[in-house]
């Protein structure tokens, strides 16, 4: 049996050549990165007019943040918040940050509007078909699998409880499982970009793994620019490039965490209706929100609702988006009118 799995870095491409005209600050300054790894991916942060011991001081303090975001959310460490939370099977109020609170909080309301198809408590079935922190399967889980653990699904089980002495989170099913993946991405760039904003500086780049937010102006003195890679398993091929004007961006895509099984290509993405990873033309789902926190959590949603219900959702929510669909003539790409506003470039070919 043949088993391989893909995983690409990133559907995002973070560009410094300005395609642009000049209309920055006229100044030319210079540019820090700092980057490393975190939550099985990458970070960068990019900064303008930072001094040798800003630079210092901002690793340090990136560092310490990623650290604590990772054992909040993680479900891969067992000891995090998160994992604890699931661990537990009792139905008392769980004390949690208001970070994890809003994390959830935002998660559920995109998942009603989502008709559950954005789904936190999807877990037990991404651990069942190997994206989660156990190991992916060497045979299809069987019909009677997916529903023993599609009775462990469902977001009307999880509460946030906001009081006055604090934030806490409530499940009524022992078993419930709750994977916050899916936004942890966009989670830990709004943190880092709220770090970076904290320190005085209004020129930045930051992204973790699919997730960007990005400001002001880059060393040439122009905006800072996204590109959108194109649904290939090359890793630079740009389909369209975007000026984020202060806004979080994330991407998601079926082509970037599968794994093949029996000849079968398997994404990491779950419909939670169906209980199985999604198979439509939809490949990629792009999303630019007032936080990379929502956008990570729209653009899984609307991966899981394929193309056409994910138009009609963009359109009624005004969301900005852009999707890439899989046709037998090659990509296509389609776009809100609120996308339309940030792009730089597209490239349809
Ligand atoms: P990536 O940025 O790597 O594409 P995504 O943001 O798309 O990741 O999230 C994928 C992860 O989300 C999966 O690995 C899994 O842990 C979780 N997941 C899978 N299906 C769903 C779903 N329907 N709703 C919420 N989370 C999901
Ligand atoms: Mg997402």
């Given at each position: 049996m043949l088993v391989s799995r893909y995983s690409l870095r990133s559907a995002l491409i973070l560009c410094c050549a300005g395609l642009l005209a000049a209309c920055g600050p006229a100044d030319k300054q210079q540019v820090s990165v700092i980057s490393g790894k975190t939550m099985g991916t990458y970070y960068r942060v990019s900064v303008l007019g930072a001094s040798k011991s800003q630079e210092a001081e901002l690793r340090e303090k990136i560092e310490s943040q990623l650290k604590e975001d990772d054992h909040q959310l993680s479900t891969y460490k067992d000891d995090s918040v998160l994992s604890r939370f699931n661990q537990y099977t009792g139905s008392e109020p769980q004390p949690i940050s208001q970070g994890m609170a809003d994390a959830i909080t935002t998660s559920l309301r995109i998942g009603r509007l989502t008709d559950g198809a954005m789904?936190?408590?999807v877990g037990p079935l991404v651990n069942l078909w190997g994206f989660g922190p156990t190991k992916q399967p060497v045979k299809m889980p069987t019909q009677e699998q997916i529903d023993a653990a599609k009775k462990l699904d469902g977001l009307q089980h999880l509460k946030v409880i906001e009081q006055s002495d604090g934030t806490y989170l409530q499940k009524d099913l022992p078993g419930l499982y709750v994977d916050l993946s899916t936004v942890g991405e966009g989670y830990a760039t709004d943190h880092l970009a709220r770090l970076v904003e904290g320190m005085g500086f209004s020129d930045y780049l930051v992204s973790v793994g699919g997730a960007v937010v990005s400001r002001g102006y880059n060393e040439k003195g122009r905006p800072w620019q996204v590109a959108i890679q194109k649904p290939?398993?090359?890793?630079?091929?740009?389909?369209a490039i975007v000026d984020l004007q202060g806004m979080g961006i994330s991407t998601s895509g079926s082509y970037r965490n599968y794994y093949e099984l029996d000849g079968v290509r398997l994404s990491h993405i779950i419909d939670p209706k169906t209980g199985r990873p999604i198979q439509h033309k939809l490949v990629s789902a792009t999303v630019i929100a007032s936080t990379a926190l929502e956008a990570d959590g729209w653009d899984t949603g609307l991966m899981v609702l394929g193309e056409k219900k994910a138009m009609a959702l963009a359109e009624q929510q005004h969301l900005a988006v852009y999707l890439i669909m899989k046709t037998p003539d090659g990509f296509q790409a389609y776009m809100t009118p609120q996308f339309k506003t940030y792009i730089r470039k597209a490239d349809q070919g």
């Amino acid at each position: 049996m043949l088993v391989s799995r893909y995983s690409l870095r990133s559907a995002l491409i973070l560009c410094c050549a300005g395609l642009l005209a000049a209309c920055g600050p006229a100044d030319k300054q210079q540019v820090s990165v700092i980057s490393g790894k975190t939550m099985g991916t990458y970070y960068r942060v990019s900064v303008l007019g930072a001094s040798k011991s800003q630079e210092a001081e901002l690793r340090e303090k990136i560092e310490s943040q990623l650290k604590e975001d990772d054992h909040q959310l993680s479900t891969y460490k067992d000891d995090s918040v998160l994992s604890r939370f699931n661990q537990y099977t009792g139905s008392e109020p769980q004390p949690i940050s208001q970070g994890m609170a809003d994390a959830i909080t935002t998660s559920l309301r995109i998942g009603r509007l989502t008709d559950g198809a954005m789904d936190i408590t999807v877990g037990p079935l991404v651990n069942l078909w190997g994206f989660g922190p156990t190991k992916q399967p060497v045979k299809m889980p069987t019909q009677e699998q997916i529903d023993a653990a599609k009775k462990l699904d469902g977001l009307q089980h999880l509460k946030v409880i906001e009081q006055s002495d604090g934030t806490y989170l409530q499940k009524d099913l022992p078993g419930l499982y709750v994977d916050l993946s899916t936004v942890g991405e966009g989670y830990a760039t709004d943190h880092l970009a709220r770090l970076v904003e904290g320190m005085g500086f209004s020129d930045y780049l930051v992204s973790v793994g699919g997730a960007v937010v990005s400001r002001g102006y880059n060393e040439k003195g122009r905006p800072w620019q996204v590109a959108i890679q194109k649904p290939t398993d090359k890793e630079n091929a740009v389909q369209a490039i975007v000026d984020l004007q202060g806004m979080g961006i994330s991407t998601s895509g079926s082509y970037r965490n599968y794994y093949e099984l029996d000849g079968v290509r398997l994404s990491h993405i779950i419909d939670p209706k169906t209980g199985r990873p999604i198979q439509h033309k939809l490949v990629s789902a792009t999303v630019i929100a007032s936080t990379a926190l929502e956008a990570d959590g729209w653009d899984t949603g609307l991966m899981v609702l394929g193309e056409k219900k994910a138009m009609a959702l963009a359109e009624q929510q005004h969301l900005a988006v852009y999707l890439i669909m899989k046709t037998p003539d090659g990509f296509q790409a389609y776009m809100t009118p609120q996308f339309k506003t940030y792009i730089r470039k597209a490239d349809q070919g």
